[in-house]
């Protein structure tokens, strides 16, 4: 079988997901050092100090500012990476599916899975249930490159909440055979 999810992608999520989330808690902590300065330093003046409007000033305008680039970067690039590191926890951990589809097409438009984006490969699969052939879309990470399959193979793939963790080909079409075969005659 080709594995097409490696496990160590999990294992580099989660180190990206530790260390966008580390930049925040370090930024979290130095507002947090300045407010507490500025607190103690508010409670240094006295009762009419016309330096008391600056300070609320220069705390209040940083403070602003740590809640728009909190919504901003939890909003956008930590929510990114997090769901990210969930679907890449979810095919380590999650039940694995085998099937066995005759390969159609490669399907370039995006999906969204879990907040991820997609592609996918379209496959051709016997239903034993309705007793008949049925197009199941298997998705792969969109920033990755598709697996090496030709139209009309017969394929067995292992998935895991229908995104693609391994394959392996099966048989060529005879079309393919036959060309291969007089390629070496």
């Known amino acids: 079988m080709t594995e097409y999810f490696l496990e160590e992608f999990y294992h580099k999520a989660k180190n990206q997901r530790k260390t966008v989330l580390g930049w925040y808690i370090a930024i979290a902590v130095i507002y947090a050092i300045f407010s507490i300065g500025m607190f103690l330093y508010f409670k240094t003046f006295i009762y009419n100090d016309p330096r008391i409007?600056?300070?609320?000033?220069?705390?209040?305008?940083?403070?602003?500012?740590?809640?728009?680039?909190?919504?901003?970067?939890?909003?956008?690039?930590?929510?990114?990476?997090?769901?990210?590191?969930?679907?890449?926890?979810?095919?380590?951990?999650?039940?694995?599916?085998?099937?066995?589809?005759?390969?159609?097409?490669?399907?370039?438009?995006?999906?969204?899975?879990d907040g991820v984006d997609m592609k996918s490969l379209i496959f051709i699969e016997w239903n034993k249930y309705k007793n008949d052939f049925?197009?199941?879309?298997?998705?792969?990470?969109?920033?990755?490159?598709?697996?090496k399959l030709i139209e009309g193979s017969n394929v067995k793939y292992i998935t895991q909440g229908n995104v693609l963790?391994?394959?392996?080909?099966?048989?060529l079409p005879k079309e393919n055979e036959n060309s291969e075969k007089s390629d070496n005659q």
């Open 53 to 113: 409007s600056l300070a609320k000033f220069i705390h209040y305008s940083v403070t602003a500012l740590f809640v728009v680039f909190s919504f901003i970067y939890l909003g956008i690039p930590y929510k990114r990476v997090n769901r990210y590191y969930r679907l890449c926890y979810n095919l380590v951990t999650g039940i694995r599916e085998t099937s066995t589809g005759s390969f159609l097409e490669y399907d370039e438009s995006l999906h969204d899975k």
């Open 134 to 147: 049925f197009e199941r879309k298997v998705l792969v990470l969109n920033e990755m490159e598709f697996p």
């Open 165 to 171: 963790i391994s394959y392996e080909i099966l048989d």
